[in-house]
Every structure is written in structure tokens, then in C-alpha cells.
């Protein structure tokens, strides 16, 4: 799915969301890549601040992903594929670290094995109308999930994100924990399905939203 790549490049959120939105099947048989052999290596096309966002959209959506030899690394030099060996670079510590967050995160069961929804971002208010920055989903697997929120834009947005009742079952509150993160939201259930989960981001910024195993108190 070069198309894909290529909107993550350009970095319009709405030419992302408009490709999402096309038949579940077809989501399913597509292969992504944000760094291969014929274009520049990741981190550097994409920028430090942006490469992290393009990388939890590209691996929490649907389809097979195709990843690079040492893309985690964010080395800069493109390595022509005739070559047999090549020089040796510095190692980027914070693409090692977000590269192996987000791989983490997509190696969860829910995501590997449960069903993806793709959900929309709404103004949280009059004052405030930046949600169009905001890609969000979720993955749902019996009564786990794993939910994802990204602000695929230069500047700070907020938005309110509706969530299906039936993901919650008759619970009255749930406890989200951010993956990766020692992060804990408790939030209504009522909330959650109208108006929906607030989710204020600053630019580039993502939420991994999981399930908390203990139950909230409220």
C-alpha cells in the first residue's frame, strides 16, 4: 500500500482517515511499510517529532507490515540493496525506544488476533476544533481491547472520541491504563459512549489505551 505510505508522508490526517475508511477486507490484505529499501530510511524522512505518530498508525492499523532491516536503529543513510556490507552509523536511542514501545504494543493478542473498528474524532467543543488531527481506533477481542488515539498534526488537539457500549458490557466504569506508560484513567461508561473519550494530545502525541486490571472505585 504505497498510497498509504505516501499520505503518512504528506501528512494530511484526512487523506489517512479517508483511506481507512474503505471496505474491512480490503484494510486486511493490504501490506505497509513506513521505511523499505527504495525510500529514505524512516526517521529522517518522517523527523523526529513525526516519526513516532507514523509509526503507531502504521502498526495498529490492519494488514501485514513490512519492516526494514535495523528501522528500529534510525539511522539516516539509505543503503543501496548492491552493496554487501555498509559503513556503521550511531544508533538513535529514542527510535530504539519508541520503535520497541509500539512493537510491544502490537504484539498484544487483542491486536494480533481480535477485530479492528475504526472510530471518529469529534469537536470536544465549540471553542475547540482541532479534533481533525486525531486518527483513533480500536481493537476488540471477547472483552479485552485495546484502544488508540493519535494527533497526526503540528498542533495541540483535543477531540471527544464516542465508544461502542457493547466494548464495556453492563460495567458502570472502567479503568483505562496507558501501555507503556504508568498512566491510569478511570472514566464513566456513559461518558465513554456519549459524549465520548476526551483525549487532549499535544502534536505528534498518542494514546495506547488498554484495559487496567483492577477494577475502579467510584
Not at 2 to 15: E, I, N, S, T
Not at 29 to 49: C, I, Q, S, Y
Not at 125 to 150: K, Y
Not at 183 to 204: A, H, M
Request: a negative charge; aromatic letters at 10%; hydrophobic letters at 45%.
Amino acid at each position: 500500500d504505497k498510497v498509504f505510505y505516501d499520505r503518512l508522508m504528506q501528512g494530511d490526517p484526512a487523506k489517512i482517515q479517508e483511506a481507512l475508511h474503505t471496505a474491512e477486507v480490503d484494510q486486511q490484505l493490504m501490506t505497509r511499510f513506513v521505511e523499505n529499501h527504495d525510500e529514505p530510511r524512516f526517521f529522517k524522512a518522517f523527523g523526529a517529532d513525526r516519526a513516532p505518530a507514523a509509526l503507531a498508525v502504521l502498526m495498529t492499523v490492519p494488514g501485514m507490515k513490512l519492516w526494514h532491516q535495523d528501522q528500529e536503529c534510525g539511522w539516516a543513510d539509505r543503503v543501496p540493496v548492491q552493496l554487501k556490507r555498509f559503513a556503521a552509523a550511531a544508533v538513535d536511542p529514542d527510535a530504539v525506544r519508541v520503535s520497541a514501545m509500539v512493537l510491544d504494543f502490537a504484539r498484544l493478542p487483542v491486536i494480533q488476533s481480535g477485530r479492528w473498528h475504526l472510530l471518529s474524532a469529534h469537536a470536544a467543543s465549540s471553542e475547540s476544533l482541532t479534533h481533525g488531527s486525531i486518527l483513533t481506533w480500536f481493537w476488540s477481542h471477547g472483552r479485552d481491547f485495546a484502544l488508540i488515539a493519535v494527533n497526526y498534526g503540528p498542533v495541540r488537539a483535543q477531540a471527544r472520541i464516542p465508544i461502542p457500549k457493547e466494548l464495556f458490557g453492563g460495567e458502570k466504569a472502567v479503568q483505562l491504563a496507558e501501555f507503556g506508560r504508568d498512566q491510569i484513567y478511570v472514566r464513566k461508561t456513559d461518558e465513554l459512549t456519549s459524549p465520548g473519550l476526551f483525549v487532549d494530545l499535544e502534536p505528534w502525541a498518542f494514546h495506547f489505551l488498554v484495559p487496567s486490571a483492577s477494577k475502579p472505585v467510584i
